[in-house]
């Protein structure tokens, strides 16, 4: 049974560029939820996409946004990149009926320089 | 690997010792809480929950309290092993509006240092 998958594992990407990153959830599972983790802190809520949707979002600007599949795989997209931006990006897979234990990936690694 | 949490508050322990890392929530109606183990390299892995409810919950060598008055959570490692060396981090569960969308709000971690 496959796990949550991320890809790619490391990125290095210039101010004003812009960024994809991909994830796979653990099998059986429909929601995946993003999150940004600064060094030195807790991963942060980005936002939830359930049936393809956006279904919540946290304190993220619009630069921000994402995808999910029909697969149930997700992408995130920054657009016009910050150095501030740099961070482990992870992503978390759940299912939305009832079980609340979301499963995080090993998330990419994203240096702005 | 990549170093998590270079500035987090650190708790060291000789192994075999027992160990207590403590959390403190903010929101009252968070009704689901969750620690998590996260190595360097690696994300967030699932120690063990406690729902509101609870006050206690025990698995395999740990143990979760939570003190819903105080608002406080704690997690013990009975006989802490070279290997529960990581950043430890509590998340309280949000809802997301109605239904059963919710999102993990985090601590800010504490690094557990395990001396022989």
């Known amino acids: 049974d496959a796990g949550v998958t991320q890809s790619p594992t490391h990125l290095i990407k210039t101010r004003g560029q812009q960024v994809t990153l991909r994830c796979s959830p653990k099998s059986g599972h429909d929601t995946v939820s993003w999150y940004q983790q600064a060094l030195g802190q807790g991963p942060q809520f980005i936002f939830q996409y359930y049936e393809e949707e956006e279904r919540q979002r946290g304190n993220f600007p619009d630069r921000f946004s994402g995808h999910q599949f029909p697969n149930y795989s997700s992408e995130l997209n920054v657009n016009a990149l910050l150095l501030g931006d740099s961070a482990l990006y992870l992503c978390a897979s759940s299912l939305d009926r009832g079980v609340y234990e979301q499963y995080f990936g090993p998330g990419t690694r994203l240096t702005v320089t | 690997g990549e170093s998590v949490g270079l500035h987090l508050p650190t708790l060291s322990v000789q192994e075999g010792d027992n160990s207590i890392i403590n959390c403190a929530y903010s929101?009252?109606?968070?009704?689901?809480f969750i620690w998590y183990k996260q190595e360097s390299g690696k994300g967030p892995q699932f120690i063990i929950d406690?729902?509101?409810?609870?006050d206690k919950r025990q698995g395999q060598r740990v143990t979760v309290l939570l003190n819903k008055t105080v608002k406080h959570l704690s997690l013990q490692i009975a006989a802490t092993q070279p290997g529960d060396s990581a950043v430890y981090f509590c998340?309280?569960?949000?809802?997301?509006?109605?239904?059963?969308?919710?999102?993990?709000?985090f601590g800010t971690g504490t690094r557990l240092q395990v001396t022989l």
């Open positions: 998340a309280e569960k949000i809802p997301l509006g109605a239904g059963t969308a919710s999102k993990l709000t």
């Open positions: 929101n009252s109606a968070s009704d689901y």
């Open positions: 406690i729902r509101s409810n609870m």
